[in-house]
């Protein structure tokens, strides 16, 4: 399947998605890990908050290789994820997941805000 339409696919299912699958290389393993994420999906780029914020184990993963894998509903791409700590851009970016996903179950699940991931497509 040429890139571009599998591109599409993927922006459409981003869309519709509220979890996406990620896919990291572990920094001490090399092994690949996947887990299920909330995302918000903005201007052709994810924004990804890590539930324990710079203690979850895939935001150290991405710290060492910063490509990662992501699929939604058989859809999938390779994105280059970059760290976000400036506690303004990462106090939007929980916003935006308050947004989504409603700020009660933001509080429930996120025990900690100091860090975020902005993942692009490559």
Known sequence: MP???R????????????????????RKSGRSISIPV???WES????L???????????????KNPKMRI??????GEFKAAPISDSKQVSAIADQFRR??????VKKYYSKLDVAILAEPQ
């Open 44 to 47: 052709d780029k994810l924004n």
């Open 3 to 5: 890139t571009s339409t």
């Open 100 to 105: 989504k996903y409603g700020a009660s179950d």
């Open 7 to 26: 591109n599409d696919r993927l922006k459409e299912s981003l869309a519709q998605s509220s979890e996406i699958t990620i896919t990291v290389k572990g």
């Open 49 to 63: 908050l890590p539930v324990q914020g710079s203690d979850t184990q895939w935001y150290k993963n991405v710290l």
């Open 71 to 76: 699929e939604s509903k058989g859809a999938e």
């Open 38 to 40: 909330w995302f918000v």
